[in-house]
């Protein structure tokens, strides 16, 4: 692969002291960062290719750290509902879902990853059934991603046990597979889709492979309910009791931890939080992810849209804004989380919530060249000595320009470069046109 130098930009590189250079430099070469710095320090090459990025903000790709993204399939389809409760999500997504097949999944995630990249995200964080096709259709995209097999049994013990096989053929088969892809467990949330029995062997396979967990905590009431009127303990207090912490554990949501909850994932080897500030927001829930308390704590906390039936939008410099917004209202103090630091939140830590912070996250020699450059000549822009501030409160997913992932353009000048947006989009109507056909024909036999 080529040698790049992005010249001319404002650089973030969102290492250990965020520094910023402005009007710095990156280069890398064989999809690995290989410098950065200020104008004066500027390389003289030789490169395979310059870019001039005058007016732009250059920095390491986002982290989306929790959605399902099959299911923009539903997207506009559960208003009125919440999604953090049972019954919501059996009505408006479980409902319509049983009648999804393989096919529908490879052009849906294609959409999203399309979606993805666009805005910016070269890494997401998935939890879903038909892992293998959202696998596939990830890997053709060129994004990276983090892919749990999702795990759900719903009383049905022979399913566990078969998901369980399949969940562990999964993680073997992609192993050897192209290193964006990484396969992880997902287990849908615990004890109300999933037995503690089958909760124990996902843990021990997790640990025997040597892969993450990724999964639903704390997001309605039911979690928390179920485990107290079984086991007199919380939800996150019962799966530390049966050694789930063990490995590592990355919970979405987590609107309901209490102080003892925080303390174990404080000390726990490798747990983080995907807080979902809008997708929270969007459920009606009054409570919100415990965010600044779990950073005081020492818990990683990402960011993450979840599915685009809970937030309708991929768009991750949104979701900072709404996760900074929600936690100076949960915390009655103005912006108790920087937008520095909501930056961190959608890179940096959320490769460390997947134990990725060795490769991406950051620019810094020797990482994976994932770095995305937004626009900063249109409106909502202007001159500001607070960059980070403008980017989280005034920016949009709509002015990433240009980005690559382990070196190679995905995005250049607003346009997907492996992939044709208009195939994908015309594929995605097609499959989408034919799974509502489907739903609508099984209703009317029910
Ligand atoms: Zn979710």
Redesign the pocket.
Known sequence: MSSVLIFNAKILTVDAQNTVFEGGWVSFSDGRVTGTGPAATLPAGPFDETISLPGHLVMPGLINA???SAMVLFRGRSEGQS?LTMDGWYNSIREPELSLIGSDIGPAVALSCAEMVLSGTTTFCD?YFFAEEIAAAASQSGVRAVIAYGIVQLGNEARGADELSKAAAFIEQQRSADGRIIPWFGPHAPYVDNSEDLLRAEVAMAVKYGVGMHL?MA?GPEDNEHTMAQYGLTATQALSRDGFFRGRVHA??CLDLSDDDIAIFAAAPAASVAY?AT?GLRSGRAGACPAVKLKQSGVVVAL?T??VA?NNSYDMIAEMRVAGLVASHREGVAQPISSVELIRMATIEGARALGLDHEIGSLEIGKAADIIAIDMTGPGYSETPDVETVLVYSGSGRDVAHVWVAGENLVRDRVLQRQNYATIRSSYSATYAEFWARVERARKVA
């Open positions: 929790h959605t399902h999604l939890q639903h997001a979405a949501h979902c997708a993450g979840d599915n809970a």
